[in-house]
């Protein structure tokens, strides 16, 4: 009988169990702030959130409707438990901590995205610039984040340049290039006074902190003194320095006057997606931007606030300001308050939020009062032009994903249609294709996957267990995995495919066709998918006797026969190997004596793995009901084993 491939759910007496203990919870919930982590089946948390109220924000999950992602999340909740803080600062603050800790996986998480480029100025007698992605605290200068590598390595050239700290990691015995190049003092082989270093980084600290105008000045002044006394090669190194500050720093189109460093965030949300912009101003100047893409599971507002939380855990270099955007019921009203600025000027005080009423005036507090520097949600004028410009870019940037995602579809849809043009059948919508998989015949094991319109659909896939074939006979594998997956079809009116694709070629395909023709009455086209000597596909073979359909190898059809290819396999190897591990574990313990397969069975519920059972003490086996003296012999019967293994 051939079962599904993806895991079931918890029976449903566990379930019912489940769900009273979770009601009997909710009713001691308290009125105050805190977090909360939602735990499956398996006392996994699969979920971490914060709350003002934890009472009425838990309960939340378990009464009214939701959306289909957030339904999916509850189905799989058993059990929660809570964090009573004292604010909801802390809570903000152990939000972020438990998501690090628990990386639960229907969190917003910033795992598809690298840890930000710094520049850093080390702490050390003879210090160095240098970038980096790990931030630790060492006693070091740090200034960014960077919005990418570029952009931090382009600053350090300049800075190399302008400062001539050195550039190896430990001293070499004697001067190198940088020397000559005037881009290092050499403290290899010529003292250093300290005081020469901290005028640099004081330097370099004031550069990176929006004061290169003031340096570019100073050059300018050093240059033309240098051309007076005619020291005109002085003259030019002077003014390159002064073309790449200007190369480097003054690339850019949108300014604030006041030379502030800033974090502007917007985001957007759709059919269960969030995007996040960060548009990075560095003394008034905008120089980029970072977008991140993500499901969410939670209130809209409340994920982008830990998303913002979650980026700056880590962030030794802050911003001088962060401007986010409202929540949306207080955007509606600010929008129909302010008043926006025609271009980006110098900020006024209407820029700044009315002191924290509501809300607002909590999240602003919130998130000041942990980051230390200053949070605003501008209601009106330049600063909250530029939070809209934030928004627009996430909202451009969601839509551009989910058309994306239609134009793919239309596209698996076409090559689908293309495939059955090309075979020469009605239609290609549903498709079912086969692969088997053992060693020398070994643990046979074989597997379908369904393919509907071009897309894989997973809750379709199936597994099977060989009963009838022994060695490695892949004609007659096909024979009992078409002839069992068929006979069920019939049996329990499932729908039919349009197209099997079998892998392998004129044998596999003969085979098939045998047991669907004329064994069980069935007319289903059956093709198969050559391989050449790479075990790349090679060619498509149809009909009975099976032909060569000529298929170009840039074609979308092409790709889709890989697709399916590759899928198949991939399950068919995953669910053998998955079979041959248990088939190891259970050798191992059934060839104890005093171990049968209902003790085995429960050893590893318990234990989780034959290495668990291996690392266990005697005292541990009494959780299962084994003596001392069985739970000795398993013990030495498998560390026995593992050290003929290992001999």
Not at 100 to 117: G, Q
Not at 192 to 204: D, T
Not at 546 to 571: C, K, M, N, T
């Amino acid at each position: 009988m051939d079962t599904p491939g993806q895991s079931l759910s918890a029976p449903f007496a566990d379930r019912k169990q489940a769900m009273e203990n979770i009601r009997r919870k909710l009713a001691l919930l308290p009125e105050k702030p805190g977090c909360y982590l939602m735990k499956n089946g398996e006392g996994k948390v699969i979920y971490v959130g914060k709350a003002k109220v934890l009472k009425n924000r838990v309960r939340s999950y378990f009464s009214g409707s939701h959306n289909a992602k957030t339904q999916h999340l509850v189905a799989e909740i058993r059990d929660f438990e809570y964090i009573v803080t004292s604010s909801n600062t802390e809570a903000l603050i152990l939000e972020c901590n438990l998501i690090k800790e628990y990386h639960p996986r229907y969190n917003v998480l910033l795992k598809d995205d690298k840890s930000f480029p710094y520049l850093k100025i080390t702490h050390e007698p003879h210090p160095r610039l240098e970038v980096t992605r790990k931030v630790v605290k060492d006693k070091g200068k740090y200034f960014g984040p960077y919005p990418n590598a570029y952009a931090a390595q382009e600053t350090k050239k300049l800075l190399d340049k302008l400062y001539p700290l050195r550039k190896c990691r430990t001293l070499p015995d004697k001067v190198c290039l940088y020397y000559h190049l005037g881009q290092c003092l050499a403290p290899c082989e010529f003292p250093v006074k300290p005081s020469e270093y901290e005028r640099m980084i004081a330097e370099i600290t004031r550069f990176l902190n929006g004061g290169h105008m003031d340096i570019k000045r100073e050059l300018q002044r050093k240059m033309e003194q240098a051309a007076e006394e005619l020291a005109f090669e002085r003259a030019k190194e002077y003014r390159d320095q002064i073309a790449a500050i200007e190369a480097t720093m003054e690339k850019q189109t949108v300014t604030m006057a006041d030379a502030k460093d800033r974090d502007i965030f917007g985001y957007a949300v759709d059919k269960g997606w969030m995007c996040v912009q960060i548009l990075y101003m560095r003394q008034g100047k905008m120089i980029q931007r970072h977008v991140s893409l993500f499901p969410y599971y939670g209130e809209p507002y409340d994920d982008f606030l830990t998303f913002v939380t979650q980026y700056y855990s880590d962030n030794p270099a802050l911003p001088r300001e962060v401007l986010l955007p409202a929540p949306p019921e207080e955007a509606a009203a600010g929008h129909a308050d302010g008043v926006h600025a025609d271009a980006f000027g110098e900020a006024d005080e209407d820029d700044e939020p009315e002191a924290g009423n509501g809300e607002n005036g909590d999240i602003v507090a919130s998130l000041r009062s942990w980051l230390r520097v200053k949070v605003i949600m501008p209601k009106r004028g330049s600063k909250r032009k530029l939070v809209s410009m934030a928004c627009d870019n996430a909202r451009v940037a969601l839509e551009e994903k989910f058309r994306l995602i239609e134009r793919d579809e239309e596209r698996s849809v076409k090559a689908a249609q293309g495939l059955a043009d090309r075979i020469g059948i009605p239609s290609a919508r549903r498709i079912e294709a086969f692969d088997n998989s053992n060693i020398q015949g070994a643990s046979p094991v074989s597997a379908m996957v369904v393919f509907t319109d071009g897309k894989p659909d997973k809750k379709e896939y199936r597994k099977y267990n060989i009963r009838t074939v022994k060695g490695p006979d892949d004609y007659e594998t096909m024979r009992e995995v078409i002839r069992r997956r068929y006979e069920r079809v019939l049996k329990e009116g499932l729908p039919l495919p349009d197209l099997i694709v079998v892998d392998g070629g004129k044998g596999q395909i003969a085979a098939a066709l045998d047991v669907l023709v004329h064994e069980l009455g069935l007319d289903i086209p059956v093709c198969g998918l050559a391989k050449d000597e790479k075990h790349r596909t090679a060619q498509l073979l149809v009909g009975d006797p099976p032909q060569e359909v000529p298929l170009p190898r840039d074609s979308q059809e092409f790709y889709l026969l890989q697709r399916i290819q590759d899928e198949v396999h991939r399950f068919a190897v995953t669910f053998h190997r998955e079979k041959r591990a248990k088939s190891m574990v259970a050798s191992a313990l059934d060839a104890i004596p005093g171990v049968g397969e209902k003790r085995r069975k429960l050893l590893l519920k318990h234990f989780g793995s034959l290495k668990a059972i291996r690392e266990a003490s005697v005292e541990d086996f009494r959780a299962v009901s084994i003596g001392e003296k069985l739970a000795s012999r398993i013990l030495e019967a498998l560390n026995g084993e593992r050290g003929e293994e290992n001999s």
